[in-house]
């Protein structure tokens, strides 16, 4: 079992990985099974087919998370006749864009108003890249209520996040960590350095910035680091004129991101009914 960048590789995490990976298996499984029925039905000549998945592992820093482990997930097409066997393109690609492709690979007229581009001419060829600089990605609440407002900004270099939860008292949890957490948290009382990730994934920072090309796990935070405030900067002008030419309710608190009062008052206005992001409790002896 091969343990992603992302996680530890300590005892106990591999077990519950190979879960995951059986799920994956069998979720292969069931997709050989529909394209045997459009073999058998005859329409599999005729016929666009692409497979993409939601977001992320159910383990931590993917699931329910804006990092790259959540947000880099398959897109494989099949359409005989038009898209090439076996070719790779490393275009920039939004769940977004299914929709827009879709309706141009029918025929149809585009939609008025979208976030999302045909990817039509990529699949066929006639393109060679998506045209697009940069995919934006956002979370807001979870399924038990919690708002854990998270927004990202990634290219192919580097990935930017701003944490609009995060303030004292509170850490970062969801359902999908089973046991792979807990293995963690086990392993963080003799080891420091799974202390630090464990911490880190409980509290964050307001931003985070990755060299996602070096580090793709997301282990380092150059936020606060001099060398990367070029990248930084750029990264945060992007992500600003993304919320703001998008409606984000966000921008304020995000623009005022240095000012705790301003950003609590905001998070208030906007999730007025949210249940609590869990105050720290477990974890406060470390």
Partial sequence: VTVPSHLPDVPGIRVPLSHYYNSTKRMDDTFGKVMQALDESGFRENTLIVFLSDNGMATPFAKCNTYLASTRTPLLVQWPGVVKAGVQNDSLAAGVDFFPTVLDALGME???????RSLLSVFNGEASDSGRDYVFTQIDSKVDGAAIPMRCIQNKKYGYIYNMWRRDGYYYRNNNEQAVM????????????VLARVNMYRYREVEELYDLENDPG??????????FKTQLQAMRKNIGNRMK??????LRAYRNR??????EDEFNRIYPDHNPVIKRAAWEKH
């Fill in 258 to 263: 240095g000012n705790p009062k301003i950003v």
């Fill in 182 to 193: 807990r293995t963690m948290e086990a392993a963080a009382e003799g080891d420091p350095a």
């Fill in 110 to 116: 585009p939609l008025k108003k979208t976030d999302g």
């Fill in 218 to 227: 997301c282990l380092n935070n150059l936020a606060d680091s001099p060398e």
């Fill in 245 to 250: 030419s998008s409606g984000d309710p966000l």
